[in-house]
């Protein structure tokens, strides 16, 4: 049975481009960045040219992206490097005071947890609310800024719903208000159009793995004069803000799948817009279907549709069954079988968010494989409906 992925959000494969570009390396070119040598200079060079091609897409410095291993570690290091480093320089912050951050309440769970663990030791969070789109609204931003906050993070791109915030805005009430802003763009990232200059960001989170790079390399762009505090110590690489050997074939593929993203952003987007909006529209043709997240303002190759009195898990497995990959939301915490706090976050009952369902379609998605998706749920729909004990 031929396969059918549609969960491009979660992983992409690695583009056969970007593995041609990474192959030497691994073999040859395998020198440590830090080698005074000929071994190590050739790696230093790869890694300078690589840095200089992500800090292009964004319109940054190369002297302004830090390499990391994920998006998880960058959300780590914005926050709590950020909070972390007030707490040592601000003057303001050396007493009983708390310095105070803000977030939305459908950020990722590396964003949330690493709240939570800020929370325990000292400082004030505040998880500010969304529309029924999951849209954050720039007015509670700025209601939020109180003379104690340090920093605003506020993704991009919604990993479960597609959303697109309205960063442009927030971006400008934190720089009006003389606030740090953080946005975790993992799912944006080489997808749609980002300019940390027009867009006010001081910091801002990538992962490779999420647009046709390798597995264990991010970034995380940090604008030059932002004060954060390392949380990995040792050699002092990447200019002593993340310490460890740098990995230089997978930092060549986020390079190289940054290029090809880059080449084809316009083009791809079009095309995936297009099959999202044909998906969108027979999938809400089954009775009861409800899309989730923005109708418009939304990512390229996001569908979230709710479906009530079935269970998305179920679901998920009998789509399996027909060889078509989907999710329920995100892959991290799709196995836990609580309802999503994103989808509640905008006004979904629990059973409703039982019922979701993530097509995020990407680079190999075709024509075809939408038809036969759409011939293939409605009866797996109906079929679950009828098992269903929940009748709502
Ligand atoms: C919005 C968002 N942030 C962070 C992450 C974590 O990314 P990584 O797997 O690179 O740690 C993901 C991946 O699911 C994501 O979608």
């Known amino acids: 049975m031929k396969r059918i992925y549609f969960d491009y959000a979660a992983t992409t494969p690695v583009d056969k481009r970007v593995l041609k570009e990474m192959e030497p390396y691994f073999s040859e070119k395998f020198g440590n960045t830090m080698s005074l040598h000929s071994f190590g200079q050739e790696a230093k060079l790869a890694l300078d040219q690589s840095r200089q091609v992500l800090a292009d897409l964004i319109n940054a410095k190369p002297n302004e992206i830090i390499f990391t291993s994920s998006a998880t570690e960058s959300n780590n290091l914005a926050l709590k490097g950020v909070a972390l480093a007030t ?26 947890e690493s709240a939570k663990w800020l929370a325990k030791n000292g400082f004030e969070i505040t998880k500010l609310p969304v ?6 609204n720039p007015k509670d931003v700025e209601r939020a800024i109180t003379e104690k906050t340090i920093l605003v993070s506020v993704m991009h791109a919604s990993n479960e719903i597609g959303t697109i915030e309205p960063i442009e805005e927030i971006g400008k009430i934190c720089r009006q208000k003389g606030v ?13 159009p980002i300019d940390v200059e027009e867009m006010n960001i001081d910091l801002l989170t990538a992962s490779s793995h999420k647009m046709y790079g390798p597995k264990g390399a991010g970034l995380l762009y940090v ?15 990447e200019n002593g803000m993340r310490s460890s050997t740098v990995n230089v074939p997978a930092i060549v593929g986020f390079a190289k799948a940054t290029e090809i993203c880059k080449a084809e952003m316009k083009r ?11 998906l969108i529209k027979g999938v809400l043709k089954i009775k009861g279907a409800k899309l989730n997240g923005d109708p418009r303002n939304r990512l390229p190759n996001n569908i979230n549709v709710s479906f009530p009195s079935i269970e998305g898990e179920s679901l998920i497995i009998h789509l399996d069954l027909y060889g078509i990959a989907c999710s329920t939301g995100s892959a991290c915490s799709s196995a836990k079988l609580e309802p999503s706090y994103v989808l509640l976050a905008i006004g979904l009952k629990p059973e409703e968010a039982h019922g ?17 998706f759409l011939k293939v749920l409605p009866k797996i729909v109906e079929k679950l409906k009828k098992m269903s004990p929940f009748k709502l």
């Not at 529309?131 to 954050?136: A, L």
């Not at 604008?223 to 690489?237: A, F, M, S």
């Not at 979701?356 to 036969?372: A, D, H, V, W």
Request: charged share 30%; aromatic share 6%.
């Open 356 to 372: 979701s369902l993530r097509i995020s379609l990407g680079r190999q998605t075709t024509e075809k494989e939408i038809g036969y």
């Open 268 to 278: 791809e987007g079009v095309r995936l817009a297009k099959l999202r909006d044909k």
């Open 131 to 136: 529309d029924k789109y999951g849209r954050v």
């Open 223 to 237: 604008r030059n004069g932002v004060k954060i505090e390392p949380i990995l110590h040792g050699g002092g690489q």
């Open 87 to 112: 707490r040592k320089l601000d003057s303001r912050f050396h007493g009983n005071d708390n310095a105070h951050i803000v977030i939305s309440s459908i950020e990722h769970p590396c964003i949330m």
């Open 180 to 192: 740090y802003f953080h946005t975790d763009a993992s799912q944006s990232f080489g997808k749609i």
